[in-house]
């Protein structure tokens, strides 16, 4: 038990650091190297010089989020086999997409309530950036947003954590934990942000989520149907801002 422990802890610190710090750095230096060498091996809008280092990057994520999400399936692969069988009960599906629409619904209300300490409503810094992004690389984001994003961020957040922490500490400490971790990484646009005020107002609608995500994995233990509310939540919000951005 406790070389289990140990295993998954040592499983989620490597990939949350290898994910959200050295991985998509190191893979983005190698694009960026091939690119310098190559540049008609990409896509052209990389030649805009403005665009190219979030091009890049953005580019650098999928890769980087694609090999690690593969190396978790396959090292947990039969502890998995039993967390989408949902899919046979249309009855678990519809729940699970009437929790995916309850998240999205409370999200909602705490945006309403935003402009009344000064926020604007908006989602900072993050979504600005994902917009932009939008405009030229709308189907590498589509994946990173609605496809990989959601699969990785429960897979570590929720499975090999929760894995790793049911049995050492409380249910409210581990959703907390899980909670904040899941909530750090979305602070980064706070580093350069031009409205410090409106990120960190953003930030508790992250917890927010990961709350809510993280409650409802503890009660059904199938990481399936929470990367199906995830995925849900983050196509309804790709699918607005793609209308508001006249994508689609």
């Known amino acids: ?23 998509t750095g190191l893979v983005y230096l190698i694009l960026e190297a ?51 069988s949902f899919f046979k009960n249309y009855k678990l599906v519809f729940k699970t997409l009437g929790y995916a629409l309850l998240v999205y619904f409370v999200t909602i209300c705490y945006n309403l309530f935003l402009p009344f300490v000064g926020g604007s409503g908006e989602d900072g810094s993050n979504v600005a950036l994902i917009k932009e992004s939008m405009k030229k690389q709308f189907w590498i984001m589509f994946l990173l947003v609605v496809v990989i994003g959601p699969i990785i961020e429960e897979l570590l957040f929720r499975f090999v954590l929760f894995k790793c922490l049911k049995k050492k500490v409380s ?19 706070l580093v ?34 929470v990367i199906l509310v995830h995925m849900v939540y983050n196509i309804i919000s790709f699918v607005l801002m793609s209308v508001s951005l006249s994508l689609i």
Not at 211 to 219: A, I, N, R, T, V
């Open 1 to 23: 038990m406790k070389k289990e422990f140990v295993k998954d802890l040592i499983v989620f610190i490597v990939s949350f650091v290898l994910y959200y710090v050295f991985g």
């Open 34 to 84: 091939v690119y310098d060498a190559n540049s008609s091996l990409f896509p052209a809008y990389l030649n805009d010089e403005v665009f190219r280092e979030r091009g890049l990057s953005n580019i650098a994520q999928l890769i980087s989020s694609v090999i690690i999400t593969s190396l978790l399936i396959i090292m947990y692969f039969k502890s998995l086999k039993g967390h989408f």
């Open 192 to 225: 350069k942000s031009n409205d410090v005020w409106g990120d960190v107002l953003a930030l508790p609608k992250f917890m927010i989520i990961g709350g809510m995500l993280g409650s409802y994995y503890y009660k059904n233990e199938q990481i399936g149907r």
């Open 171 to 189: 249910y409210v400490w581990l959703l907390v934990i899980s909670t904040i971790l899941f909530t750090i990484p979305h602070m980064i646009s």
